[in-house]
């Protein structure tokens, strides 16, 4: 499976910017699907996931009400739309593809990951 995220990019504080992850290979139906975060310093950590179906979605407490994660299964993209960004959501976004959705631990394919800055 190959993932390719896109709409990273400079934001203020309280923006809102949606991020894109194109999937590609077989069977990429098959996989949850999850964004990842890496602040400057910090280890990666978990921002949110969504099952196969799309039925099931699944976030981090600090993103809770202020970012959704959505997939469209006709095109093998996934979205992650932020809203009322923070200084604290500064990081490289990473797409992954998971073999559940309810265990960030699975996650077994990657993307190179997409840039979000928010300055205060």
């Known amino acids: 499976v190959q993932l390719v995220e896109s709409g990273g990019g400079l934001v203020q504080t309280g923006d809102s910017l949606r991020l894109s992850c194109s999937a590609s290979g077989r069977p990429v139906p098959s996989y949850a699907m999850g964004w990842f975060r890496q602040a400057p310093g910090k280890e990666r950590e978990f921002v949110a996931t969504?099952?196969?179906?799309?039925?099931?979605?699944y976030y981090a407490d600090s993103v809770k009400g202020r970012f959704t994660i959505s997939r469209d299964a006709m095109s093998s993209t996934v979205y992650l739309q932020m809203n009322n960004l923070k200084a604290e959501d500064t990081g490289v976004y990473y797409c992954?593809?998971?073999?559940?959705?309810?265990?960030?631990?699975?996650?077994?394919?990657w993307g190179q990951g997409t840039l979000v800055t928010v300055s205060s």
């Open positions: 992954s593809a998971l073999r559940r959705a309810s265990d960030p631990q699975s996650a077994v394919h």
């Open positions: 969504i099952t196969w179906t799309g039925g099931g979605t």
